[in-house]
């Protein structure tokens, strides 16, 4: 009598191998919206702290009122099943009553950089046809300017603009949180409000109630844009189902519950961040402790007075957090779960997690395209330097690039992935979206673009990648965006973008430049960096710049790129 693992590939046996007990293969994914799983947490625990902002707690009973006001303002402005609305703001408790409201009203969520400057803020407002716009106060400038450089046609007609200063405590920041000055006055800041634009405070007063909500499990529910090897960023549709996927499994994975405390920090723009501080842990009906930007000593404060017990990091933080002289001092004893990605744990700053608070440090792997996670390491039996296993329902191979086999346990290729979580393509590309998929067995597996192997237990592990980009602390960094933004510079002549290693971030950005003739001996690579600085968001900025006469080009007149990686490689 044959099993049932007898007509499955030896890479599928070895995924099922070492699957932990208490978990299943597969999730029940609810067939409910987004904003469904606000309303049951607001009902299910109304006084309890949906997030915690600088000392300032707000219930869930008083999140749920004010996306529900939220969501009928946008209605009232014209804002209408499937109409795309831009979130361009740090991390902040509005920024979760914004997403919320905006799936209550039925529209779709499009998630911007709040780093991004006016001359990238632009291809967010014409690409989706964005119909709205929720910023914050300090970007409200940002958004004028580029909307104003669009045709009329294509311009947002209506743009909402909130404070930070009116989610921080009445009486002001507990002394004992101690914020470092620079991020109290910004937070405190009440920028002026360009004419033509609302006032957060002023539409929640407007009492406008929302229509009916009818979005449905596959209806668009988020557009946010990743990029690639050649042109503009592109939107990766991920529905109310994609998206919920992650929701459910996030907690099952990580031993949270509604009795869990988070640490908000990666940025909410960031799928990462997304996930892990907006929709995971209201599907949960967790405490959030939100942090508007990372700072080492008050994360270690925060940390110890919430007792927080789930932080999902980039492992720079973790890193940046045992460079302070005060991190004995910091109480970490409530942490319980430790996860992160988008850059490798070193194994001795690993070493030190496990021997000074027993923490392990859980990696695991994702892409935009992806809703986040799709592979993950069990707490329980981490791997170090490891993508982890594919996580519930997921279904990933490691295929030759070309011929589209399959590959031997450790030999290397290309990860593909098939998962409930997998986007549904990319907004109005469908020859990129042809490119990104191909089907085995029957199934429609993506195409990450990632080179990795697995082993003979089931792990993954990224060896390279097919895809020409820079991993800056975890920032994905696309040489022809910053190429094509460096170009509209009066001194550059050409440009070609590589990554160069840096002992803290990973791999960072370095600019080989070939100046135009009269800027020859008069500019200088500071001068470059600066202008950088003004024109595009600060983690695509080039830190290093270096001039050369001429670059290498192909027969076809293409520049060799990879030569000047190679390279540049080969010196580090």
Same mark, same amino acid.
């Given at each position: 009598?044959?099993? *049932?693992?007898?007509?499955?590939?030896?890479?599928?046996?070895?995924?099922?191998?070492? %699957?932990?007990?208490?978990?299943?293969?597969?999730?029940?994914?609810?067939?409910?919206?987004?904003?469904?799983?606000?309303?049951?947490?607001?009902?299910?625990?109304?006084?309890?702290?949906?997030?915690?902002?600088?000392?300032?707690?707000?219930?869930?009973?008083?999140?749920?009122?004010?996306?529900?006001?939220?969501?009928?303002?946008?209605?009232?402005?014209?804002?209408?099943?499937?109409?795309?609305?831009?979130?361009?703001?740090?991390?902040?408790?509005?920024?979760?009553? *914004?997403?919320?409201?905006?799936?209550?009203?039925?529209? &779709?969520?499009?998630?911007?950089?709040?780093?991004?400057?006016?001359?990238?803020?632009?291809?967010?407002?014409?690409?989706?046809?964005?119909?709205?716009?929720?910023?914050?106060?300090?970007?409200?400038?940002?958004?004028?300017?580029?909307?104003?450089?669009?045709?009329?046609?294509?311009?947002?007609?209506?743009?909402?603009?909130?404070?930070?200063?009116?989610?921080?405590?009445?009486?002001?920041?507990?002394?004992?949180?101690?914020?470092?000055?620079?991020?109290?006055?910004?937070?405190?800041?009440?920028?002026?409000?360009?004419?033509?634009?609302?006032?957060?405070?002023?539409?929640?007063?407007?009492?406008?109630?929302?229509?009916?909500?009818?979005?449905?499990?596959?209806?668009?529910?988020?557009?946010?844009?990743?990029?690639?090897?050649?042109?503009?960023?592109?939107?990766?549709?991920?529905?109310?189902?994609?998206?919920?996927?992650?929701?459910?499994?996030?907690?099952?994975?990580?031993?949270?519950?509604?009795?869990?405390?988070?640490?908000?920090?990666?940025?909410?723009?960031?799928?990462?961040?997304?996930?892990?501080?907006?929709?995971?842990?209201?599907?949960?009906?967790?405490?959030?402790?939100?942090?508007?930007?990372?700072?080492?000593?008050?994360?270690?404060?925060?940390?110890?007075?919430?007792?927080?017990?789930?932080?999902?990091?980039?492992?720079?933080?973790?890193?940046?957090?045992?460079?302070?002289?005060?991190?004995?001092?910091?109480?970490?004893?409530?942490?319980?779960?430790?996860?992160?990605?988008?850059? *490798?744990?070193?194994?001795?700053?690993?070493?030190?997690?496990?021997?000074?608070?027993?923490?392990?440090?859980?990696?695991?792997?994702?892409?935009?395209?992806?809703?986040?996670?799709?592979?993950?390491?069990?707490?329980?039996?981490?791997?170090?330097?490891?993508?982890?296993?594919?996580?519930?329902?997921?279904?990933?191979?490691?295929?030759?690039?070309?011929?589209?086999?399959?590959?031997?346990?450790?030999?290397?290729?290309?990860?593909?992935?098939?998962?409930?979580? &997998?986007?549904?393509?990319? %907004?109005?590309?469908?020859?990129?979206?042809?490119?990104?998929?191909?089907?085995?067995?029957?199934?429609?597996?993506?195409?990450?673009?990632?080179?990795?192997?697995?082993?003979?237990?089931?792990?993954?592990?990224?060896?390279?990648?097919?895809?020409?980009?820079?991993?800056?602390?975890?920032?994905?960094? %696309?040489?022809?965006?910053?190429?094509?933004?460096?170009?509209?510079?009066?001194?550059?002549?050409?440009?070609?973008?590589?990554?160069?290693?840096?002992?803290?971030?990973?791999?960072?950005?370095?600019?080989?430049?070939?100046?135009?003739?009269?800027?020859?001996?008069?500019?200088?690579?500071?001068?470059?960096?600066? %202008?950088?600085?003004?024109?595009?968001?600060?983690?695509?900025?080039?830190?290093?710049?270096?001039?050369?006469?001429?670059?290498?080009?192909?027969?076809?007149?293409?520049?060799?790129?990879?030569?000047?990686?190679?390279?540049?490689?080969?010196?580090?």
């Amino acid at each position: 009598m044959s099993s *049932a693992t007898d007509s499955l590939s030896p890479q599928r046996i070895a995924q099922h191998s070492h %699957w932990p007990k208490r978990l299943p293969r597969e999730l029940a994914i609810p067939q409910t919206s987004l904003w469904f799983n606000l309303d049951v947490a607001a009902r299910r625990y109304p006084d309890k702290a949906a997030t915690i902002f600088c000392g300032q707690a707000k219930r869930y009973a008083e999140l749920h009122a004010e996306v529900e006001a939220l969501a009928g303002w946008l209605q009232a402005q014209g804002v209408a099943a499937g109409d795309r609305v831009a979130l361009y703001m740090q991390n902040c408790p509005q920024y979760l009553a *914004a997403f919320y409201a905006i799936n209550r009203a039925n529209a &779709v969520v499009v998630p911007v950089n709040p780093m991004n400057r006016a001359e990238e803020f632009g291809h967010y407002i014409s690409d989706p046809a964005t119909k709205a716009i929720i910023c914050s106060a300090d970007l409200a400038g940002i958004v004028e300017a580029a909307n104003k450089a669009l045709p009329e046609s294509q311009q947002a007609k209506t743009v909402l603009v909130a404070r930070y200063a009116d989610a921080l405590p009445p009486g002001g920041v507990p002394a004992e949180l101690s914020l470092p000055e620079a991020m109290l006055q910004w937070l405190s800041a009440d920028p002026a409000v360009p004419a033509g634009m609302t006032r957060w405070t002023d539409a929640l007063a407007a009492g406008h109630a929302a229509g009916p909500h009818t979005a449905r499990p596959d209806d668009l529910a988020m557009l946010p844009y990743t990029s690639g090897t050649t042109g503009l960023p592109k939107g990766c549709m991920h529905t109310n189902r994609t998206l919920m996927s992650n929701c459910c499994g996030g907690g099952q994975w990580g031993y949270a519950s509604a009795e869990s405390v988070g640490l908000a920090v990666v940025p909410m723009f960031h799928i990462t961040g997304m996930l892990y501080g907006v929709l995971g842990p209201v599907f949960m009906g967790m405490t959030m402790v939100i942090m508007p930007r990372w700072d080492r000593e008050l994360a270690g404060r925060l940390i110890s007075r919430y007792k927080v017990t789930h932080w999902t990091c980039i492992p720079t933080m973790i890193i940046d957090l045992f460079g302070s002289p005060n991190y004995k001092s910091f109480d970490l004893s409530s942490l319980k779960y430790l996860s992160g990605g988008g850059a *490798a744990m070193p194994q001795a700053v690993a070493e030190r997690l496990q021997q000074e608070f027993g923490l392990t440090f859980a990696e695991g792997y994702g892409l935009t395209e992806t809703a986040a996670p799709s592979h993950g390491n069990p707490p329980e039996r981490a791997k170090l330097q490891c993508l982890g296993i594919p996580i519930f329902g997921v279904d990933s191979r490691i295929i030759d690039p070309v011929s589209l086999e399959e590959v031997a346990i450790g030999e290397v290729g290309e990860i593909v992935t098939h998962g409930p979580m &997998v986007f549904k393509g990319y %907004w109005q590309q469908p020859e990129a979206t042809a490119a990104a998929f191909i089907e085995i067995e029957g199934k429609r597996f993506f195409r990450t673009g990632d080179l990795g192997r697995m082993d003979e237990e089931g792990y993954f592990f990224i060896t390279d990648r097919l895809k020409r980009m820079i991993n800056a602390s975890g920032y994905k960094v %696309w040489p022809s965006e910053v190429e094509m933004l460096l170009y509209k510079n009066p001194a550059v002549q050409e440009a070609c973008i590589i990554a160069a290693k840096d002992a803290y971030r990973g791999e960072t950005v370095k600019a080989i430049v070939v100046l135009r003739a009269e800027a020859r001996g008069r500019t200088t690579a500071e001068d470059i960096m600066a %202008w950088s600085k003004e024109h595009m968001a600060a983690y695509k900025v080039p830190k290093i710049v270096e001039f050369a006469d001429s670059l290498p080009k192909s027969g076809s007149g293409k520049v060799m790129w990879r030569l000047l990686q190679e390279k540049e490689s080969a010196a580090g």
